[in-house]
């Protein structure tokens, strides 16, 4: 069974940094566009970085630009979220997420009722920061 296994959520202050990693298992993602998703509590899903499949696109929500920073390591079947200059509104559940069809580009302007079309996402991974 293909899962994909967020790791590297905690707790950190504001203004601390945090790396988050997802490691698919049971088959390689490297043709993939990934991305991730976080959810706050009582909000809706939302998106926060995308990269295609080469690690040679990358797109950002607004609210993360300059701070975050995805990539990918397609040798080690991994990709990485690092997250800087960590703010108490960026505290949520953090969601990885892979499709063979929606390019990174696609998933950083599909709407929340779209993501059902994901094909693959982790069972997400919790940061919070404390002011």
């Known amino acids: 069974q293909v899962q994909l296994v967020e790791s590297g959520g905690g707790l950190v202050q504001a203004g601390g940094s945090l790396r988050l990693s997802c490691a698919p298992s049971?088959?390689?993602?490297?043709?993939?566009?990934m991305g991730w998703f976080r959810q706050a509590p009582g909000k809706e899903r939302e998106f926060v970085a995308a990269?295609?499949?080469?690690?040679?696109?990358?797109y950002y929500t607004d609210s993360v630009k300059g701070r975050f920073t995805i990539s990918r390591d397609n040798a080690k079947n991994t990709v990485y979220l690092q997250m800087n200059s960590l703010k108490p509104e960026d505290t949520a559940v953090y969601y990885c997420?892979?499709?063979?069809?929606?390019?990174?580009?696609?998933?950083?302007?599909?709407?929340?009722?779209?993501?059902?079309?994901?094909?693959?996402w982790g069972k997400g991974a919790l940061v919070t920061v404390s002011s």
């Open positions: 997420a892979a499709d063979p069809v929606w390019t990174a580009q696609a998933m950083g302007i599909m709407t929340s009722k779209d993501y059902y079309g994901i094909d693959y």
């Open positions: 990269i295609s499949w080469n690690g040679g696109s990358t």
């Open positions: 049971g088959r390689t993602f490297s043709s993939y566009a």
